[in-house]
Antibody, heavy 119, light 108 residues
C-alpha cells in the first residue's frame, strides 16, 4: 500500500527558505504516469496546490507561487522535495505531499506536517 | 484563476438523512471536478473524480453529479463516519487547479 510521509522543520523564520521532503514507500516513485505534488492548507485560504513533479524532473508550479518554489525529485531515495523561499507568516500551513496522474485529482496523500513561520 | 465556491458552509443533518452539497465554478470546468472528504487531524481523501466516478471502495451512498459550473455531492443516508468537511476541486485548468472552501457536515 502506497504511503507518503512528509518531513522537515516545523518552524521557519521569516524571509528564510522552507524545506520539506516527502518519502514514498509501498510503491515506485518512478512509476509511469504518476506525478508527485505538494499541497498546503491554511484556515484562511483553505487547500492550495503548490506544484507537482514527474520522476523525470519535469515540474508544474502554481503561478501564484512560482517565483518562490523549487520542487525536486531523488528517485534513488524515493523522495521528492519542496523549497519555498522568502517565507512570511502567510506561508504558515499544514503541508501535504500527494500523488496524482497527469492533470488528475490527488488520490494518495501524506498525513501532513505543520510548518509555522515565526521569528 | 478559477474560483470554486461551495454551499452551504455548514450543513446540519441527522444520521440516516440525505445530505446535498453544492459546488460552483466561476468558469466551466467540464466534468474535471473532484470531491474530497477530510476528518479532523486527517488528510483529505479522494471520494469522487470526473464529477461522478466513485473512488475505489467508496460506498454507493455517495454520488456526484453535474457538469460545467454546477456540481452536487449527495450522501443518500448519512452514517456517523460521514460527518466531516467536504471539498471540491477543479482540475480542468493546469497549472491552476483550485479547491473550494469546503462544506462542513455536522450532526443535527
Amino acid at each position: 500500500q502506497l504511503q507518503l510521509q512528509e518531513s522537515g522543520p516545523g518552524l521557519v523564520k521569516p524571509s528564510e527558505t522552507l524545506s520539506l521532503t516527502c518519502t514514498v514507500s509501498g510503491g515506485s516513485i518512478s512509476r509511469s504516469s504518476y506525478y508527485w505534488a505538494w499541497i498546503r492548507q491554511t484556515p484562511g485560504k483553505g487547500l492550495e496546490w503548490i506544484g507537482s513533479i514527474y520522476y523525470t524532473g519535469s515540474t508544474d508550479y502554481n503561478p501564484s507561487l512560482k517565483s518562490r518554489i523549487i520542487i525536486s525529485v531523488d528517485t534513488s531515495k524515493k523522495q521528492f522535495s519542496l523549497k519555498l523561499s522568502s517565507v512570511t507568516a502567510a506561508d504558515t500551513a499544514v503541508y501535504y505531499c500527494a500523488r496524482h496522474l497527469n492533470r488528475e485529482p490527488f488520490d494518495s496523500w501524506g498525513q501532513g506536517t505543520l510548518v509555522t513561520v515565526s521569528s | 484563476e478559477i474560483v470554486m465556491t461551495q454551499s452551504p458552509a455548514t450543513l446540519s443533518v441527522s444520521p440516516g438523512e440525505r445530505a446535498t452539497l453544492s459546488c460552483r465554478a466561476s468558469q466551466s470546468v467540464g466534468t474535471n471536478l473532484a470531491w474530497y472528504q477530510q476528518k479532523p487531524g486527517q488528510s483529505p481523501r479522494l471520494l469522487i473524480f470526473g464529477a461522478f466516478t466513485r473512488a475505489t471502495g467508496l460506498p454507493a451512498r455517495f454520488s456526484g453529479s453535474g457538469s460545467g459550473t454546477e456540481f452536487t455531492l449527495t450522501v443518500s443516508s448519512l452514517q456517523s463516519d460521514d460527518f466531516a468537511i467536504y471539498y471540491c476541486q477543479q482540475y480542468n485548468y493546469w497549472p491552476s487547479s483550485t479547491f473550494g472552501p469546503g462544506t462542513k457536515v455536522d450532526i443535527k
